[in-house]
């Protein structure tokens, strides 16, 4: 069985520009949770999605958005990027609205310059 | 709120020696989940273990182990003959009942094992 997938790998993007980002969850889970880990801390919450609705988000400014398709995927949209921005892009995925069992892709590098 | 520290930032072993990673939390829920995770170079999170609130039992698999103390609020983690292998990123986290659809990371311990 394939595991949560997330492309693209990495990413190299330009202060101003927009991103986005995709996660693919394992089949028959129904929700994606966003973390993003800058270098050096733990993973920090940006957003969960549970059948196609936002469920939870974190304390991030609202150039992050998010959404999940029909089919579970899910898309992080980042606008007017900054340098700060620049960190790992994790995403979980999980069969239940709550993270008991949650598997996690191998996420985006995303850097801004 | 929820809290989780790791106050160990690295730690550098020799190979087959023991090693302990430490995790203390906060919360106020009476009801949590507490995990360890590894992050290898590649990034990804690879789960170890989840503990519930209601059970303290400490447990062993292979060469790892947990201890889990609920009075100390503490979930520490130790590896038995450290290989090469073990080296990596761990990560401590909390999901507390209030909010369980977020994961609440520590800042991860560095551990390295030389050969």
């Known amino acids: 069985d394939a595991g949560v997938t997330q492309s693209p790998t990495h990413l190299i993007k330009t202060r101003g520009q927009h991103v986005t980002l995709r996660c693919s969850p394992i089949?028959?889970?129904?929700?994606v949770s966003w973390y993003q880990q800058v270098l050096g801390q733990g993973p920090q919450f940006i957003f969960q999605y549970y059948e196609k609705e936002e469920r939870g988000r974190g304390n991030f400014p609202d150039r992050f958005s998010a959404r999940q398709f029909p089919n579970y995927s899910s898309e992080l949209n980042v606008n007017a990027l900054l340098l700060g921005d620049s960190a790992l892009y994790l995403c979980?995925?999980?069969?239940?609205?709550?993270?008991?069992?949650?598997?996690f892709g191998q996420g985006t590098r995303l850097t801004v310059v | 709120a929820q809290k989780v520290t790791q106050a160990q930032t690295e730690i550098s072993v020799v190979e087959k020696e023991d090693v302990t990673l430490d995790c203390v939390y906060e919360t106020r829920d009476t009801t949590y989940y507490l995990f360890w995770y590894k992050q290898p170079p590649s990034g990804e999170l690879v789960f170890l273990i989840r503990?519930?609130?209601?059970?303290?039992q400490n447990e062993i698999s292979g060469r790892y182990s947990w201890n889990f103390q609920k009075s100390t609020s503490s979930f520490n983690f130790t590896i038995t003959a450290s290989q090469v292998v073990d080296s990596a990123v761990y990560f401590c986290?909390?999901?507390?009942?209030?909010?369980?659809?977020?994961?609440?990371f520590g800042k991860g311990t560095l551990l390295t094992v030389n050969p």
């Open positions: 979980a995925s999980s069969p239940r609205q709550g993270l008991t069992e949650a598997f």
């Open positions: 503990r519930n609130s209601f059970d303290e």
């Open positions: 089949s028959g889970h129904k929700s």
């Open positions: 986290a909390l999901l507390s009942g209030g909010s369980n659809y977020k994961l609440t």
